[in-house]
Nanobody, 118 residues
Framework: VQLQASGGGPVQAGGSLRLSCAASGSIFSFNFMGWYRQAPGKQRELVASITSGGSTNYADSVKGRFTISRDFAKNTVYLQMNSLKPADTAVYYC?????????????WGQGTQVTVSS
Protein backbone atom coordinates (compact mmCIF):
# COMPACT_ATOMS: atom_id res chain seq x y z
CA VAL A 1 0.00 0.00 0.00
CA GLN A 2 1.27 3.45 -0.89
CA LEU A 3 0.26 6.58 0.98
CA GLN A 4 0.20 10.07 -0.49
CA ALA A 5 0.08 12.95 1.97
CA SER A 6 -0.94 16.44 0.92
CA GLY A 7 -2.43 19.67 2.20
CA GLY A 8 0.47 21.25 4.02
CA GLY A 9 1.70 24.76 3.50
CA PRO A 10 2.29 28.09 5.19
CA VAL A 11 -0.38 29.48 7.48
CA GLN A 12 -0.60 32.20 10.10
CA ALA A 13 -1.12 31.41 13.75
CA GLY A 14 -4.79 30.84 14.49
CA GLY A 15 -5.43 29.55 11.00
CA SER A 16 -6.49 26.13 9.76
CA LEU A 17 -5.27 23.46 7.38
CA ARG A 18 -6.60 20.08 6.37
CA LEU A 19 -4.13 17.35 5.58
CA SER A 20 -5.10 14.39 3.43
CA CYS A 21 -3.56 10.94 3.24
CA ALA A 22 -4.73 8.96 0.24
CA ALA A 23 -4.08 5.23 0.17
CA SER A 24 -3.52 3.26 -3.01
CA GLY A 25 -5.91 0.58 -1.79
CA SER A 26 -8.89 0.12 0.46
CA ILE A 27 -8.43 1.38 4.01
CA PHE A 28 -11.37 -0.64 5.28
CA SER A 29 -9.17 -3.37 6.72
CA PHE A 30 -6.48 -1.09 8.10
CA ASN A 31 -5.85 -1.72 11.78
CA PHE A 32 -4.52 1.76 12.40
CA MET A 33 -3.92 5.03 10.61
CA GLY A 34 -2.07 7.86 12.18
CA TRP A 35 -0.57 11.25 11.62
CA TYR A 36 2.91 11.91 12.97
CA ARG A 37 5.01 15.03 12.87
CA GLN A 38 8.67 15.82 13.14
CA ALA A 39 10.03 19.26 13.84
CA PRO A 40 13.70 20.14 13.19
CA GLY A 41 15.91 18.63 15.86
CA LYS A 42 13.07 16.71 17.46
CA GLN A 43 11.87 13.15 17.39
CA ARG A 44 8.89 12.11 15.36
CA GLU A 45 5.76 12.12 17.48
CA LEU A 46 2.29 10.70 17.08
CA VAL A 47 -0.24 13.49 16.69
CA ALA A 48 -3.50 11.66 16.03
CA SER A 49 -4.65 8.18 15.20
CA ILE A 50 -7.75 6.22 14.31
CA THR A 51 -8.29 2.49 14.62
CA SER A 52 -10.30 0.14 12.46
CA GLY A 53 -13.13 0.45 14.96
CA GLY A 54 -13.13 4.21 14.72
CA SER A 55 -11.47 4.98 18.05
CA THR A 56 -9.39 8.11 17.95
CA ASN A 57 -6.47 9.27 20.01
CA TYR A 58 -4.68 12.61 20.17
CA ALA A 59 -1.51 14.01 21.60
CA ASP A 60 -2.22 16.31 24.52
CA SER A 61 -0.71 19.23 22.62
CA VAL A 62 -3.38 19.04 19.88
CA LYS A 63 -6.48 17.90 21.77
CA GLY A 64 -9.42 20.15 21.02
CA ARG A 65 -7.70 21.64 17.97
CA PHE A 66 -7.04 18.71 15.62
CA THR A 67 -9.49 16.13 14.34
CA ILE A 68 -8.69 12.92 12.51
CA SER A 69 -11.31 11.40 10.23
CA ARG A 70 -11.55 8.98 7.34
CA ASP A 71 -13.52 8.47 4.16
CA PHE A 72 -13.74 4.83 3.11
CA ALA A 73 -15.14 5.73 -0.31
CA LYS A 74 -12.06 7.83 -1.05
CA ASN A 75 -9.59 5.62 0.86
CA THR A 76 -8.40 8.77 2.58
CA VAL A 77 -7.66 9.86 6.11
CA TYR A 78 -7.78 13.52 7.03
CA LEU A 79 -6.30 15.68 9.74
CA GLN A 80 -8.23 18.88 10.29
CA MET A 81 -5.99 21.32 12.13
CA ASN A 82 -7.53 24.41 13.68
CA SER A 83 -6.14 27.18 15.88
CA LEU A 84 -2.68 26.45 14.61
CA LYS A 85 0.33 27.58 16.61
CA PRO A 86 3.96 28.13 15.63
CA ALA A 87 4.76 25.05 17.73
CA ASP A 88 2.76 22.98 15.22
CA THR A 89 5.37 23.69 12.55
CA ALA A 90 6.75 20.37 11.36
CA VAL A 91 6.74 17.83 8.58
CA TYR A 92 3.61 15.75 8.93
CA TYR A 93 3.60 12.09 7.94
CA CYS A 94 0.77 9.63 7.64
CA UNK A 95 1.17 6.01 8.59
CA UNK A 96 -0.95 2.94 8.17
CA UNK A 97 -0.77 -0.54 9.65
CA UNK A 98 -2.63 -3.26 7.83
CA UNK A 99 -2.78 -7.04 7.68
CA UNK A 100 -1.00 -8.68 4.77
CA UNK A 101 0.93 -11.86 4.16
CA UNK A 102 -0.11 -13.28 7.54
CA UNK A 103 1.50 -10.39 9.34
CA UNK A 104 1.02 -6.67 9.97
CA UNK A 105 2.73 -4.29 7.57
CA UNK A 106 3.37 -0.60 7.99
CA UNK A 107 3.51 2.08 5.32
CA TRP A 108 4.48 5.76 5.47
CA GLY A 109 3.55 8.68 3.30
CA GLN A 110 6.19 11.06 2.03
CA GLY A 111 5.48 13.91 4.44
CA THR A 112 3.98 17.33 3.98
CA GLN A 113 5.42 20.51 5.47
CA VAL A 114 3.28 22.68 7.74
CA THR A 115 4.72 26.07 8.64
CA VAL A 116 2.85 28.28 11.11
CA SER A 117 4.01 31.86 11.42
CA SER A 118 3.29 34.13 14.35
Amino acid sequence: VQLQASGGGPVQAGGSLRLSCAASGSIFSFNFMGWYRQAPGKQRELVASITSGGSTNYADSVKGRFTISRDFAKNTVYLQMNSLKPADTAVYYCNAEYPALATILSSWGQGTQVTVSS
